[in-house]
T-cell receptor
Framework: GENVEQHPSTLSVQEGDSAVIKCTYSDSASNYFPWYKQELGKRPQLIIDIRSNVGEKKDQRIAVTLNKTAKHFSLHITETQPEDSAVYFCAAGLLNTGNQFYFGTGTSLTVIP | GAVVSQHPSWVICKSGTSVKIECRSLDFQATTMFWYRQFPKQSLMLMATSNEGSKATYEQGVEKDKFLINHASLTLSTLTVTSAHPEDSSFYIC?????????????FGPGTRLTVT
């Protein structure tokens, strides 16, 4: 089955700096890579996703890059704000088969004001 | 839109009893729902995929006889933890996929905290 690794497990940045979270996956068939943000005590919420036919996607301060050859993808948050503090999960999925998502181990991001 | 609810939000039960957790999609039809288990400060571990009108698909290592899943309608999936033991104590969270919108996003429920004494 799919195995997703995520680094770092914790990340602290100063407000205004950038944050980068990296993930690798094992199943080359995976073709969908969502990122979820989970604030304390709340449910995970999708913040951005990318499909395997795209190398990069950006949405305001958030961007995701995908390297299919190396089987890794990254989340980039620029101009971080205190409200960005949360746990971020990457996931890898195989669409149109079972559509299951396999999640990484999570990154606890703290943005220091 | 795309709201998923879970009930109960928390439950305490005695060892050996069974507990049922409900997952509902409130404003969309979910042909597929997923059940996850989340340990404190850890990731979401996929337990099983619940398909409306058919048997659930369990991930490797998940006991299907212990974690019974029923997806009887397009808006409801249930997870029953049978003969619960303390090691089953965990946070169980479901998600649902709205297959009609052309997206692949999974919408998560708020989770259920199960404590087995």
């Amino acid at each position: 089955g799919e195995n997703v690794e995520q680094h770092p497990s914790t990340l602290s940045v100063q407000e205004g700096d950038s944050a980068v979270i990296k993930c690798t996956y094992s199943d080359s068939a995976s073709n969908y890579f969502p990122w979820y943000k989970q604030e304390l005590g709340k449910r995970p919420q999708l913040i951005i996703d990318i499909r395997s036919n795209v190398g990069e996607k950006k949405d305001q301060r958030i961007a995701v890059t995908l390297n299919k050859t190396a089987k890794h993808f990254s989340l980039h948050i620029t101009e971080t704000q205190p409200e960005d503090s949360a746990v971020y999960f990457c996931a890898a999925g195989l669409l149109n088969t079972g559509n299951q998502f396999y999640f990484g181990t999570g990154t606890s991001l703290t943005v220091i004001p | 839109g795309a709201v998923v609810s879970q009930h109960p939000s928390w439950v305490i039960c005695k060892s050996g009893t069974s507990v049922k957790i409900e997952c509902r999609s409130l404003d969309f039809q979910a042909t597929t729902m997923f059940w996850y288990r989340q340990f404190p400060k850890q990731s979401l571990m996929l337990m099983a995929t619940s398909n409306e009108g058919s048997k659930a698909t369990y991930e490797q290592g998940v006991e299907k006889d212990k974690f019974l899943i029923n997806h009887a309608s397009l808006t409801l999936s249930t997870l029953t933890v049978t003969s619960a033991h303390p090691e089953d104590s965990s946070f169980y969270i479901c998600s649902a996929r709205d297959g009609t919108g052309g997206t692949y996003e999974q919408y998560f429920g708020p989770g259920t905290r199960l404590t087995v004494t």
